[in-house]
């Protein structure tokens, strides 16, 4: 049993293609004389969409290339511009912890200041109040001289003292130590050939300090070596008639 071939519908004759006027037929005349044959036409396929298809592809393609293009040129300027932004964060970093050790530094010297201040205005409070006590603390020193120091007197006067050095107050002036004019008051000055340089030979006060504050001088006996021979009032008299003379 012959089979209708595929695309056929029942009832329908073969497919024809378009008509084409045969050789030799005149041309311009809208009709065919009579008993013209009409020659048939193989069938086409047909392939609606394959020119569109085409360009869709190309112009996809052509946005692909230009978006790369778009991309590459974008990157560019990123990459160049790293290096530049890398070195701009290193000074900026450098900057900063140049500004910390000089804080740090700031700070350090600021705390040793007010360590210090610290430090001057408590010996200044204690030197003051000590100072005060100065007449008592002499007192002291003259009854232990004659051996008057004794009993409950003694308990409070150890006491004294003791509480005196507690905070700080010492006592300088003892014979023998160089003489230092600015710790000692030179109540008298002898030569003496048993001495190289100016001690003090007698303390007739001792002197009382607290850290670098100077409550009292101590009030001493200076003792120095006897000068050379020649160096006498007589030879700056001699002088003293030689420029009259000049005179």
Same mark, same amino acid.
């Given at each position: 049993?012959?089979?209708?071939? &595929? @695309?056929?519908?029942? @009832?329908?004759?073969? *497919?024809?293609?378009?008509?084409?006027?045969?050789?030799?037929?005149?041309?311009? %005349?809208?009709?065919?004389?009579?008993?013209?044959?009409?020659?048939?036409? #193989?069938?086409?396929?047909?392939?609606?969409?394959?020119?569109?298809?085409?360009? %869709? &592809?190309?112009?996809?393609?052509?946005?692909?290339?230009?978006?790369?293009?778009?991309? !590459?040129? !974008?990157?560019? #300027? *990123?990459?160049?511009?790293a290096p530049a932004a890398s070195g701009d964060a290193?000074?900026?970093? /450098?900057?900063?912890? /140049?500004d910390l050790r000089r804080l740090k530094a700031e700070?350090?010297?600021?705390?040793? *200041?007010?360590?210090?201040?610290?430090?001057?205005?408590?010996?200044?409070?204690?030197?003051?109040?000590?100072?005060?006590?100065?007449?008592?603390?002499?007192?002291?020193?003259? &009854?232990?001289?004659?051996? $008057?120091?004794?009993?409950?007197?003694?308990?409070?006067?150890?006491?004294? $003292?003791?509480?005196? =050095?507690?905070?700080?107050?010492?006592?300088f002036g003892t014979p023998g130590e160089p003489f /230092? #004019? *600015?710790?000692? $008051?030179?109540?008298?000055? %002898?030569?003496?050939?048993?001495?190289?340089?100016?001690?003090?030979? !007698?303390?007739?006060?001792? @002197?009382?300090?607290?850290?670098?504050?100077?409550?009292?001088?101590?009030?001493?006996? =200076? @003792?120095?070596?006897?000068?050379?021979?020649?160096?006498?009032?007589?030879?700056?008299?001699?002088?003293?008639?030689?420029?009259? %003379?000049?005179?």
């Amino acid at each position: 049993m012959n089979h209708p071939p &595929a @695309g056929h519908r029942s @009832g329908e004759g073969p *497919r024809r293609g378009p008509l084409r006027p045969v050789a030799g037929a005149p041309r311009g %005349t809208g009709s065919l004389p009579r008993g013209t044959a009409l020659a048939d036409t #193989p069938d086409t396929p047909d392939t609606p969409g394959t020119a569109d298809t085409a360009g %869709t &592809a190309d112009t996809a393609a052509g946005r692909r290339d230009a978006a790369g293009q778009g991309a !590459e040129a !974008e990157a560019a #300027p *990123r990459t160049s511009g790293a290096p530049a932004a890398s070195g701009d964060a290193a000074v900026e970093r /450098d900057d900063c912890l /140049d500004d910390l050790r000089r804080l740090k530094a700031e700070y350090d010297n600021y705390r040793k *200041r007010v360590e210090r201040d610290r430090i001057a205005l408590r010996e200044i409070a204690v030197a003051n109040v000590l100072r005060r006590f100065l007449p008592a603390l002499d007192a002291v020193a003259r &009854a232990r001289e004659h051996g $008057e120091v004794s009993g409950g007197f003694a308990q409070v006067a150890d006491l004294l $003292e003791q509480e005196a =050095v507690a905070l700080g107050m010492r006592s300088f002036g003892t014979p023998g130590e160089p003489f /230092d #004019p *600015r710790r000692h $008051e030179a109540l008298t000055h %002898t030569y003496s050939a048993d001495v190289e340089h100016a001690v003090c030979t !007698e303390v007739f006060r001792a @002197g009382y300090r607290v850290g670098d504050h100077l409550l009292r001088p101590a009030q001493v006996a =200076v @003792g120095e070596p006897a000068p050379p021979e020649g160096d006498s009032g007589d030879s700056g008299g001699t002088a003293d008639g030689a420029t009259d %003379t000049e005179r």
